[in-house]
């Protein structure tokens, strides 16, 4: 069954509205159709406390995420200006001078081609 990751993207940003706060730098997901695994990783720019545990769970319960999937879900500490890991789909992220200037420069490459 091949299933449509734009619904997921979609499902995510609707999770989004009200829970994004100012310490969330990214969000990446992963789906891996072989293992039936949804993977999604929030990363933090403070420590991870209760209330940040509380809101990405309550993130994660308002995905529509295909049936017999298994969710697999990290909750990272990572403060800026370390680099967000490039392995799996960024579906969010924060406005940071190194990403925004990285996302121009991939821009003009694509526009003079």
């Given at each position: 069954m091949q299933i449509n990751l734009s619904y997921i993207i979609l499902s995510l940003q609707s999770a989004?509205?009200?829970?994004?706060?100012?310490?969330?730098?990214?969000i990446t997901i992963n789906l891996?159709?072989?293992?039936?695994?949804?993977?999604?990783?929030?990363?933090y720019d403070e420590k991870i406390d209760a209330k940040?545990?509380?809101?990405?769970?309550?993130?994660?319960?308002e995905i529509t995420i295909?049936?017999?999937y298994t969710v697999n879900d990290k909750i990272i500490m990572l403060k800026y200006p370390e680099k967000i890991p490039e392995e799996e789909i960024l579906i969010f992220y924060r406005k940071e001078d190194k990403i925004l200037a990285n996302i121009?420069?991939?821009?003009?490459?694509?526009?003079c081609r």
């Open positions: 989004l509205l009200g829970a994004v706060n100012s310490s969330l730098r990214a891996n159709d072989e293992e039936k695994e949804f993977k999604i990783s929030f990363f940040l545990f509380d809101l990405s769970g309550t993130i994660i319960a295909p049936w017999g121009k420069k991939e821009i003009g490459r694509a526009s």
